[in-house]
């Protein structure tokens, strides 16, 4: 058998694409990962991302996995739940993947979940659907998650906004349920140390115009919390400062992640956010990183990039242990959620509901120079780090599960007016 690459294939024809190269050797065992991500569309820019920063690490070990060779599928599900299942199932039973991967949006990881077997276990490095490794968990045995969930940064965030003398904050978000996590958890965690969340607002996902929601941003607030994701992230900055608004402005990681910084001006300078990556992650495993993604691919690596690369390392350790040789889905499970990783972000361990544990890095936007490069750009400039940060965050874990996962209405906004 051969293998044929297709990773410099346009993304409008890379459904059902084999990204792997070099011949099998007689007797391997072969690896069969079956990727869903949205490559064409509103979110094609994540999902080149996500498919760049998977490949790159497979680019690297020559798809070799322990000995095993890495078949790569690769299926675009357009950022809409139903057809990441259908393109899951097709997956599963036409190319009879061991695992399959992927998913961008929290609902797309909710309705993966259930499509997950035993002979077929998802792998989640993006979709950060809180309730998959909460009160769900022990609905998906056959999940396990390599990136985070929704409220995980906003745990710390929370804190570190009352840590600077925030008071009363008008939250703005996108409506579903990835908003209402990070949301959600950025609320709990801010006025539990004594803060006020005094507005709630709901764009529709995909809104470009903010003019109908920016007058109505409370005066009394004392700054912006903004969770944006795809074009929304680049079209909200701009429009809140050509509003002329003069107050802080914060938010969840995706409103300024670097798959769309760049695009970006100096509207956002001085915005800070919270996530476990920064490309400006000033270490010498990151720098090598960027270097080397921003030479093959000729941007800056994201977060969907950098936990691509690390799912696909993690992936790649259980089966050098098992020398190549596949394990079987739930004993993968196990063996993954047991090891600890010097990753990309930092160190990251599992807690005991497959979960990731890990840095988070409170991020202020510069321009700057980095690493080398001639050119001053924009930079999300990590301020502060809290370190070994688990999806309960600063919370009792076994109080945490007794309230309801969050949600538009969860918390209630008791100082909305």
């Not at 998906?140 to 965030?157: C, D, K, L, M």
Request: net charge neutral.
């Amino acid at each position: 058998m051969r293998n044929s690459g297709c990773s410099k294939i346009g993304l409008g024809l890379l459904g059902g694409c084999l990204a792997f190269a070099g011949a099998v050797p007689a007797g391997a065992d072969e690896l069969r990962i079956g990727y869903i991500a949205p490559t064409t569309g509103i979110f094609a820019q994540v999902g080149k991302d996500m498919v760049d920063g998977f490949q790159l690490y497979l680019d690297e070990v020559k798809n070799d996995f322990g000995g095993a060779q890495v078949k790569f599928i690769v299926e675009d599900e357009q950022g809409k739940p139903d057809t990441a299942v259908t393109k899951a199932r097709k997956l599963i039973l036409q190319d009879k993947v061991q695992m399959f991967a992927g998913g961008l949006l929290a609902s797309s990881g909710y309705a993966l979940a259930p499509v997950s077997t035993s002979e077929a276990i998802y792998v989640i490095p993006v979709s950060a659907a809180d309730d998959l490794t909460q009160r769900q968990l022990s609905n998906f045995p056959y999940i396990i998650r390599t990136g985070w969930t929704s409220s995980q940064p906003s745990h710390p965030f929370g804190q570190w906004a009352c840590d600077q003398g925030y008071k009363k904050i008008a939250a703005i978000g996108a409506d579903y349920a990835f908003g209402y996590e990070v949301i959600g958890g950025f609320q709990k965690a801010f006025e539990n140390c004594g803060g006020q969340i005094v507005q709630k607002i709901w764009p529709p996902l995909g809104t470009k115009d903010f003019g109908p929601y920016l007058p109505s941003l409370r005066q009394d607030a004392d700054a912006i919390f903004t969770l944006m994701v795809g074009p929304m992230s680049l079209q909200f900055p701009k429009q809140l400062a050509a509003a002329g608004n003069k107050k802080p402005v914060i938010g969840g990681g995706t409103s300024y992640d670097e798959f769309v910084l760049p695009s970006m001006g100096d509207e956002v300078i001085g915005h800070v956010s919270a996530l476990q990556y920064s490309a400006a992650l000033d270490t010498p495993k990151n720098a090598e990183f960027v270097r080397k993604y921003r030479a093959k691919y000729g941007k800056v690596p994201s977060y969907y990039s950098e936990t691509n690369y690390t799912t696909a390392q993690m992936i790649h350790e259980v089966l050098k242990r098992n020398k190549g040789k596949w394990p079987g889905g739930p004993e993968f499970i196990k063996q993954l959620s047991a090891l600890k990783f010097d990753t990309l972000r930092g160190p990251v361990s599992f807690d005991d509901m497959r979960n990731p544990v890990q840095n988070i890095y409170i991020k202020k936007v510069e321009r700057k120079k980095m690493f080398g490069y001639d050119k001053e750009e924009l930079w999300n400039t990590v301020i502060k780090t809290y370190p070994n940060v688990s999806q309960f965050g600063q919370f009792d874990k076994a109080e945490f599960l007794t309230q309801p996962v969050y949600g538009r209405d969860f918390p209630p906004c008791k100082f909305c007016e």
